[in-house]
């Protein structure tokens, strides 16, 4: 059965207040990189060993783009590249123990920066909240993959 316009409404809000909320993050959390560089981290955290051109789908920009990120990302010690086993003319883009780390620093910190909003909150809008993550952590889960 198709979407019906309620359901489109409900989906345009939902996107809208995520991207509010994570950029309302992302300017006062101290990130240890660039947002887009932020941004490949996660990527390759969530999609793990990743081609180029893919990750550059995945993030919505050019492969040059994406190649110079990478490059970044990669003197910085962050990720690091492999040749492919399935392709021997690509290679693959992974994290690094430090990568790993440095997203896992990325996430902490804008938490740190949201927790004291969700602190403020009445008990039943917390309790409104942790129902409407937990449900959202489940509509995340039956995402199709990223081509």
């Not at 920009?61 to 086993?85: A, F, H, I, N």
Request: glycine share 6%.
């Amino acid at each position: 059965m198709p979407a019906g316009p309620q359901d489109v409404d409900l989906a345009n809000t939902l996107l809208r207040t995520v991207a509010r909320l994570n950029r309302w993050t992302n300017r006062r959390a101290e990130l240890p990189v660039p947002a887009a560089q932020a941004r490949v981290l996660s990527l390759l955290d969530d999609l793990g060993a990743s081609r180029v051109g893919d990750l550059a789908r995945a993030d919505s920009t050019s492969q040059p783009t994406m190649t110079v990120q990478v490059d970044r990302l990669e003197r910085l010690g962050l990720v690091t590249r492999q040749p492919d086993p399935d392709d021997s003319r690509a290679v693959l883009v992974m994290l690094t123990e430090a990568g790993a780390a440095t997203i896992a620093d990325i996430r902490e910190a804008r938490g740190r920066i949201l927790a004291p909003v969700v602190d403020g909150l009445d008990p039943p809008a917390r309790a409104a909240l942790a129902d409407a993550t937990g449900t959202l952590v489940r509509l995340v889960e039956t995402l199709p993959p990223i081509p």
